[in-house]
């Protein structure tokens, strides 16, 4: 079992910055993705960024060219510049372990993003 626990969510204005964060409690050694999904008011939850195990990372169209996600250890970041008021959510961190089919979410953060 691993449990992944979020941080770095808040209030930001149009055009800022915002980076979240999600620390996994142990190292996973065999294949994964771990990255962010995010839910917003009356919408269904969608992928916004991933890395694998090997390094590979996809993003949201909607997300590319402002996001970045990146890891250190048994955290993985993602940097949210230019955000927009579109980008308002609840961001939950995620880890899938490939072999096992198992899937782990983190508690959710909220991004509020307003004038």
């Known amino acids: 079992q691993v449990q992944l626990v979020e941080s770095g969510g808040g209030l930001v204005q149009p055009g800022g910055s915002l980076r979240l964060s999600c620390e996994a409690s142990k190292v996973i050694l065999s294949m994964y993705y771990m990255g962010w999904y995010r839910q917003a008011p009356g919408k269904q939850r969608e992928l916004v960024a991933r890395i694998a195990s090997g390094g590979s990372i996809d993003y949201a169209d909607s997300v590319k060219g402002r996001f970045t996600i990146s890891r250190d250890k048994i955290t993985v970041y993602l940097q949210m510049n230019s955000l927009k008021p579109e980008d308002t959510a609840v961001y939950y961190c995620?880890?899938?372990?490939?072999?096992?089919?198992?899937?782990?979410w983190g508690q959710g953060t909220q991004v509020t993003v307003s004038s």
């Open positions: 995620n880890l899938y372990v490939v072999q096992s089919r198992s899937d782990y």
